[in-house]
């Protein structure tokens, strides 16, 4: 390994939601993965053996938590007790996917806010910092009171398109009204105006009608959404943006949490590549050629070492 990392106090660790992101951010920052077991018993408890010594180190441990979403939160629990009871000096959650964030709030009555309580849950385990990227709702980092880093998926997204030849003026634009100051991100970058999908129903079960605020006739428009689960709104809004005069569309998300008809929908929508991040490991049936993989590695990777050095992470994004 050529930029091997000299300090032997940093340690990092993965657990099973993302091995391979997790083995390219070792690479970046110039450490092997530490040495680690995660089993089953035969009733499904888990069951995790650090291999080697941490005793005072500063570990990070790697882990989203994506799909099978309640095992991979145990794990990362059991994982963070193991650790403290092994003397970890720090004990960092790098989380590129933060599972349950969705719940973040009661929309109606008797609900619970579960993305409070997974941070609860990591507090009370013993967590002593959190890394993360793209929080469904920013304010989730308000449900801790420990340091959380929220990285940004932006510029990456933003890097790949400008990289590209799109034919035709570039519009930037988000699929509800809660994606407006992602959309704005993105259209500073790429010094694109932007525009918003409004979604009515007119009343329960009846199809949506969608208005579109701002121009988007004969321009290359360019969807943006942190997560894409079923692909509902995003391959409507794509077929919509088609109808009203839109180019070409693209789209892109931090999250390809794509589980249920999403792939099928995304085939057969008028989106011409969707472009998501490998925060989530992506199955390799997934891996269909509209879907374009960019990775988070570096960026992660750099994040950890700012934070072990005790160097601003902010600056990453100006």
Known sequence: MSNQYLDPNLKVFSLNSNVELAQEIAKVIGVELGKCSVSQFSDGEIQINIEESIRGCDVYVIQSTSSPVNENIMELLIMIDALKRASAKTINIVMPYYGYARQDRKARAREPI???????????AGATRVITLDLHAPQIQGFFDIPIDHLMGVPILADHFKSKELNGDVVIVSPDHGGVTRARKMAERLKAPIAIIDKRRPKPNVAEVMNIVGNIEGKVAILI?????TAGTITLAANALVENGALEVYACCTHPVLSGPAIERIENSK??????????ALAEEKRVDKIHLLSVAPLIGEAIIRVHE???VSTLFD
């Open 114 to 124: 579960t993305a409070k309580l997974v941070a609860n849950l990591l507090e009370t």
């Open 225 to 229: 959404d942190d997560i894409i689960d």
């Open 271 to 280: 989106i011409k590549e969707l472009v998501v991040t490998n925060s989530i």
């Open 310 to 312: 005790e160097q601003s």
